[in-house]
């Protein structure tokens, strides 16, 4: 095997899994798409099977604004709903939230009063 052997394995290789990474990233994009019916899904599937590279070009014509859109779409509702768990469930409790949660499992009993004054002592620190 020769060096040049060894290159051109290379570059077939690198084109290849580029090539099934384009797929799938159609075949996400496809199925993401709630506007788009069945049959019509399944017409592109068909197609992507048949006529591959014939199939992906156009499907990038056609649809490759509105792949940008929902990509772009997806990624600010996961900003979104990261932000929003930060804000909410990460964040931390007010010292005032803090001390009566520590009063409601005094109440119930859950905890005793000196654990209550080590836990209001905590939040008031």
Same mark, same amino acid.
């Given at each position: 095997?020769? %060096? ?11 084109? %290849? ?13 496809? %199925? ?17 099977? %048949?006529f ?14 509105g ?9 600010? &509702? ?38 209550f ?5 905590? &939040?008031?620190?």
């Open positions: 095997m020769s %060096f040049w052997d060894i290159i051109w394995f290379i570059f077939v290789s690198f084109a %290849f899994i580029a090539y099934l990474m384009f797929m799938f990233n159609i075949i996400g994009d496809l %199925f993401r798409d709630h506007t788009v019916s069945g049959w019509v899904k399944a017409l592109w599937m068909i197609c992507l099977i %048949f591959p590279f014939l199939t992906a070009i156009i499907y990038l014509v056609v649809r490759g604004k792949m940008y859109e929902r990509q772009s779409a997806a990624i600010n &509702a996961a900003r979104a709903s990261q932000e929003d768990y930060i804000r909410n469930v990460a964040a931390p409790a007010s010292p005032a939230d803090q001390i009566s949660q520590a009063k409601g499992l005094l109440d119930s009993g859950a905890i005793s009063q000196a654990e004054d080590a836990l209001k002592a905590k &939040a008031l620190s």
